[in-house]
């Protein structure tokens, strides 16, 4: 049971790059979540999934699309990095919406110069 | 607007010593309250949450939190730190209903513990 993993740990994108972030879990969750992590901010979420085929907008969207095509997998892509997009990425999962405790994973390290 | 304040930055206490991490929020009907941990180059961990009930609750680690609606606060405790307990702590409200989800942190206190 590995519980939120996540691909890649670390990257370095040049402005304009895109790449996708993989999360993965393993515990039949229903919701999943991406969050960003910035010094002083705390974690914003960006967006999140309350089921397979779903998704919806969090606090912080712009410059991000995700993806739920299966249960176990959560989807973040960057069509073309900025900058200010030089964060740390957290994916979490949760078996019912608030009332339960998020899981994440152990974060991906992204910068863009 | 819904929000969480911990007004704290960084806090630095004595192995041994008693600790206690402070948390306001702002939301307008009776909120879910949590606390995690994040230790260096980790994920978030949950210590404990509220959701109604009794207004102290225990979580993981020997800490306890309690939560006090007359001063919309939520503040984390520890009678005494290890050194194991430096760590980032976030405070965070869970909010809403499905389809108009929010889960609000606060910033994070830094915490240093001196051996």
């Known amino acids: 049971n590995a519980g939120v993993t996540q691909t890649p740990k670390f990257r370095v994108l040049k402005t304009g790059q895109s790449m996708t972030l993989l999360c993965a879990q393993d515990?039949?969750?229903?919701?999943m979540y991406w969050y960003r992590q910035d010094p002083g901010m705390g974690l914003r979420l960006i967006h999140y999934s309350v089921g397979e085929g779903t998704t919806a907008k969090g606090e912080v969207p712009d410059g991000y699309n995700v993806s739920r095509l299966k249960k176990q997998n959560f989807l973040l892509g960057l069509e073309s990095a900025a900058p200010s997009q030089t964060s740390v990425y957290f994916c979490?999962?949760?078996?019912?919406?608030?009332?339960?405790?998020?899981?994440f994973g152990p974060g991906t390290r992204l910068t863009v110069t | 607007a819904q929000s969480v304040t911990q007004p704290d930055i960084h806090i630095t206490v004595s192995e041994g010593a008693s600790l206690e991490l402070r948390c306001n929020y702002s939301y307008g009907a009776t909120p879910y309250l949590f606390w995690y941990v994040q230790s260096p180059g980790q994920g978030l961990q949950l210590l404990l949450k509220?959701?109604?009930?009794?207004?102290l609750v225990q979580g993981i680690k020997g800490f306890e939190a309690e939560f006090k609606r007359s001063q919309s606060s939520f503040n984390l405790r520890k009678p005494s730190v290890h050194w194991s307990d430096a760590a980032e702590y976030f405070c965070a409200v869970g909010a809403g209903t499905s389809g108009t989800y929010k889960y609000i942190f606060g910033t994070g206190t830094r915490l240093k513990v001196l051996a």
């Open positions: 515990m039949n969750h229903e919701y």
């Open positions: 509220y959701f109604s009930g009794d207004t």
């Open positions: 979490a999962s949760s078996y019912i919406l608030i009332l339960y405790e998020q899981y």
